[in-house]
């Protein structure tokens, strides 16, 4: 199982909007509507942001949007601030024996 | 309020064994399927096994298969997995997982426990 293809770098200045990409196949991204997403800082446990391509659990902002077309899915970051520097991954639930399939993971950095 | 605790990490030679564990407190344990999630040092998440509430079902990444073994003990809420045969690739932070309250996602984790495999 391969991991989902996401860009390595993605960077804004404070107050703008980025979007992250999260490619996978018609096995798992474009399978499932199960896609979630991962915010992660430095020695810290990853935080769960989107979970079901679209939801956001309680206490996340709604700055955070999640969406997805064919094998691609995205994630948005409207106005964005400094605490939002971090490394994100999506993840896709594949239905097989090796159920869940994560990105390569995007270090979003905020100028 | 899910709360989980790994323990066992440390440094092994290659070719060597050891054995972690992840408590869970704060929620009915024995209902949850659990995973195991790594991340090598300065590399992504990679999803490692699972295990299913009443133990029958264990999947694992093709890498670990048949050198790691996903168990648990409901009635101590404890997980562990134990690794055989390890080698420098296996260096990573392990954190357990699972998916609470949204479905198919990892919403709550452990801090994670580092392992190093080296001579």
Same mark, same amino acid.
Not at chain 2, 96 to 117: E, I, N, Q
């Given at each position: 199982? $391969?991991?989902?293809?996401?860009?390595?770098? !993605?960077?804004?200045?404070?107050?703008?909007?980025?979007?992250?990409?999260?490619?996978? /196949? $018609?096995?798992?991204?474009?399978?499932? #509507?199960? !896609?979630?997403?991962?915010?992660?800082?430095?020695?810290?446990?990853?935080?769960?942001?989107?979970?079901?391509?679209? #939801?956001?659990?309680?206490?996340?902002?709604?700055?955070?949007?999640?969406?997805? $077309?064919? #094998?691609?899915?995205?994630? /948005?970051?409207?106005?964005?601030?400094?605490?939002?520097?971090?490394?994100?991954?999506?993840?896709?639930?594949?239905?097989?024996?090796?159920?869940?399939?994560?990105?390569?993971?995007?270090? !979003?950095?905020?100028? | 309020?899910?709360? @989980?605790?790994?323990?066992?990490?440390?440094?092994?030679?290659?070719?060597?064994? @050891?054995?972690?564990?992840?408590?869970?407190? =704060?929620?009915?344990?024995?209902?949850?399927?659990?995973?195991?999630?790594?991340?090598?040092?300065?590399?992504?998440?990679?999803?490692?096994?699972?295990?299913?509430?009443?133990?029958?079902?264990?999947?694992?990444?093709?890498?670990?298969? =048949?050198?790691?073994?996903?168990?648990?003990?409901?009635?101590?809420?404890?997980?562990?997995?134990?690794?055989?045969? @390890?080698?420098?690739?296996?260096?990573?932070?392990?954190?357990?997982?699972?998916?609470?309250?949204?479905?198919?996602?990892?919403?709550?984790?452990?801090? =994670?426990? @580092?392992?190093?495999?080296?001579?």
């Amino acid at each position: 199982q $391969s991991a989902l293809t996401q860009p390595a770098s !993605v960077s804004g200045s404070p107050g703008q909007s980025i979007t992250l990409s999260c490619t996978g /196949t $018609s096995s798992d991204v474009g399978a499932y #509507n199960f !896609v979630s997403w991962y915010q992660q800082h430095p020695g810290k446990a990853p935080k769960l942001m989107i979970y079901e391509v679209t #939801n956001r659990p309680s206490g996340v902002p709604d700055r955070f949007s999640g969406s997805k $077309s064919g #094998n691609t899915a995205s994630l /948005t970051i409207s106005g964005l601030q400094a605490e939002d520097e971090a490394d994100y991954y999506c993840c896709s639930f594949t239905g097989s024996s090796h159920p869940y399939v994560f990105g390569t993971g995007t270090r !979003v950095t905020v100028l | 309020q899910v709360h @989980l605790v790994e323990s066992g990490g440390g440094v092994v030679q290659p070719g060597g064994s @050891l054995r972690l564990s992840c408590d869970g407190t =704060g929620f009915f344990f024995r209902d949850y399927g659990m995973h195991w999630v790594r991340q090598a040092p300065g590399k992504g998440l990679e999803w490692v096994a699972i295990i299913h509430p009443d133990s029958t079902t264990k999947y694992y990444r093709d890498s670990v298969k =048949g050198r790691f073994t996903v168990s648990r003990d409901n009635s101590k809420s404890t997980l562990s997995l134990e690794m055989d045969s @390890l080698t420098p690739e296996d260096t990573a932070v392990y954190f357990c997982s699972l998916h609470y309250t949204s479905p198919r996602a990892f919403d709550s984790w452990g801090p =994670g426990t @580092l392992v190093t495999v080296s001579s």
